[in-house]
């Protein structure tokens, strides 16, 4: 059992790294809605394949976490012995065994999990997919739920868990987690339970699809969401900085509201000269953040020889690490673009492709070192490797942000006319959003800015 814990650990360790290097920014919000005692099922969305159960291991607060796994990721040699050490319960899904298949005792070993007080996870979703909201849950959640209550030895609530991927596959992204108000199996669920299991399945299934929706952001396509996105940025004043948090519940009320009044000609109209202003802002290469502000000649000059001063002041600290880790960067991305059979799994193609890689890499320059420098240089520079490879991560994203700021600048500077035209519109779309919102919004609604923000 001692290296048992001990193996589970080192995983858990592995994975907080894994996920703090891939995400710049992980926000985590309700976690005092998660039980601090007891045993508790954890209910996700699932819109990114293994990055969904690495990110709820490493901030759900509570561990061990067990998850329910599709039987088949033990089929990789790689993988398997990680979803051993976390515990990991296989499960047999029908699709895939043309409905022949007995999963008797896997949910035997998870009733056991449970009611030794540990802590669970489940997509019931039962698939990661690339919507842009909610697919219909499947009722198997809420039955486990239903039967561990009626075996009458602990009652698990169900919390339920929003995942929200500013951009899901992108490496040094942000991401918000959100945890709902728990869902307790009270007397009431298990009396319907006893009278119906099937229609008591699906009304606490229907429940848990409320609760999800409450911590994620979903919209009927992906055009919608883009809408979404843009008037949200709109919309925002510009000397406000939106935490995770609040980008998504911004992003969420609008949804919501534009959900209800799609049909309005006046919105379908605003639909249309945003989606062309966003149209021309891609043909130009440009973002809107960057006509907030006029851009003159000699602003523009300024800014360049000042952030070509701070880049050539950076070159010689990154492009050691850089020299050794770019490869792999690109090493992953190759894989996670070409071997991903869905959008959902590009992410976690490209941190796989990085934990065998790295490894790899260390060991074959550390046994070069020491071959020509001595052993103990060797065991050093292995050591080492992997704090330079944060540094690394540090010191290209600003080399990065730097290159693409100068770009931009040239582009400001240059485009004249063009650009004057595009600011008038962007005034005038600003206007009506603004306005749009002010006559909708809910004067008991929370706002995230004020009048003293706008002005």
């Known amino acids: 059992m001692p290296r048992k814990r001990t193996l589970e650990r080192l995983v858990i360790w592995l994975i907080r790294l894994i996920a703090d290097t891939f995400f710049r920014r992980i ?10 005692n007891g045993p508790v099922i954890f209910a996700g969305n699932h819109p990114n394949a293994l990055m969904d159960g690495w990110l709820l291991a490493a901030k759900s607060v509570r561990w061990p976490l067990y998850f329910l796994a599709n039987a088949k990721l033990w089929n990789f040699r790689m993988l398997a012995p990680i979803l051993n050490a976390t515990g990991a319960v296989p499960v047999y899904r029908r699709e895939d065994h043309d409905g022949d298949v007995d999963n008797t005792s896997a949910f035997a070993r998870l009733y056991e999990v449970i009611e030794s007080g540990e802590c669970v996870c489940i997509f019931p979703e039962g698939v990661s997919h690339v919507e842009s909201q909610l697919v219909k849950l499947k009722t ?22 929003g995942l929200n991927y500013i ?23 298990l009396r319907k339970f006893h009278v119906d299991e099937q229609k008591a399945a699906v009304e606490l299934t229907d429940r848990l699809t409320d609760a999800l929706r409450d911590v994620t952001v979903n919209t009927p396509d992906w055009r919608t969401l883009r809408f ?3 008037a949200r940025r709109l919309y925002k004043p510009s000397s406000a900085q939106l935490t995770p948090q609040q980008y998504v519940e911004l992003n969420r009320r609008f949804a919501n509201q534009y959900v209800k009044e799609r049909d309005d000609p006046k919105l379908q109209a605003l639909t249309a000269d945003l989606e062309n202003y966003q149209a021309r802002l891609d043909l130009l290469g440009l973002k809107d953040h960057q006509l907030r502000q006029p851009m003159t000649v000699s602003h523009a000059f300024r800014k360049i020889v000042l952030r070509s001063v701070t880049l050539l002041a950076l070159l010689p600290l990154a492009v050691p690490g850089a020299l050794l880790h770019l490869p792999i960067g690109w090493i992953a991305a190759a894989v996670g673009e070409r071997f991903s059979y869905e959008m959902d799994d590009v992410a976690t193609l490209k941190v796989f492709s990085t934990i065998l890689v790295l490894p790899l890499l260390y060991l074959a320059v550390s046994v070069t070192v020491g071959m020509q420098f001595g052993f103990w240089w060797g065991i050093a520079l292995f050591v080492g490797l992997p704090f330079s490879f944060l540094a690394s991560v540090r010191l290209v994203e600003a080399e990065v ?17 063009e650009l004057e035209d595009l600011r008038i519109t962007r005034a005038d779309l600003v206007k009506r959003i603004r306005d749009r919102v002010e006559r909708v919004v809910d004067a008991d609604v929370d706002r995230i800015f004020t009048n003293e923000d706008f002005s």
């Open 27 to 36: 926000e985590v919000v309700g976690a005092e809605n998660v039980p601090a």
């Open 140 to 161: 198997g959640t809420a039955r486990i739920a239903l039967t561990v209550a009626s075996r009458g030895k602990v009652v698990a609530p169900i919390v339920p868990c």
């Open 167 to 189: 951009h899901r596959h992108r490496f040094r992204s942000q991401v918000l987690i959100h945890f709902g108000d728990p869902i307790t199996v009270d007397n009431e669920w």
């Open 228 to 230: 979404i996105q843009s």
């Open 401 to 417: 942000s730097l290159v693409m700021s100068m770009l931009s600048i040239f582009r400001l500077a240059r485009l004249g006319r």
